[in-house]
């Protein structure tokens, strides 16, 4: 069982810089591929990025980059020149199956949600 929270989102600026934190609680993110989904209401979720359990990185803008700390508790999501369109509640999620790491159906665990405004 592995249980996601997420923090670091807020109000930014068009063009300002955000970063996301997803911490694992009750054990590592070893051999677990994390990935980051946004979802604005009555929209579908939509992948944001992800990184494999071998450290493979995929992500749907070059503006957003992915990473994993070393202790492997703690995934982040770094996110530059952030858009009025980026603003949506982002979601950490975890998965051990080897399936598709862009869909979220395939992803076993979630987290709460942060919310991410981004003015303009």
């Known amino acids: 069982q592995v249980q996601l929270v997420e923090s670091g989102g807020g109000l930014v600026q068009a063009g300002d810089s955000l970063s996301l934190s997803c911490a694992a609680s009750?054990?590592?993110?070893?051999?677990?591929?994390v990935g980051w989904f946004r979802q604005i209401p009555g929209k579908e979720r939509e992948f944001v990025a992800a990184?494999?359990?071998?450290g493979g990185r995929y992500s749907a803008d070059s503006r957003f980059t992915i990473s994993r700390d070393n202790a492997e508790t703690l995934v982040s999501l770094q996110m530059n020149n952030l858009k009025p369109e980026d603003t949506a509640v982002y979601y950490c999620?975890?998965?051990?199956?080897?399936?598709?790491?862009?869909?979220?159906?395939?992803?076993?665990?979630w987290g709460q949600g942060t919310q991410v405004t981004v003015s303009s």
């Open positions: 009750g054990r590592t993110f070893m051999s677990y591929s």
């Open positions: 990184i494999s359990g071998t």
């Open positions: 999620a975890a998965t051990n199956t080897a399936a598709t790491l862009r869909n979220w159906v395939n992803y076993n665990y």
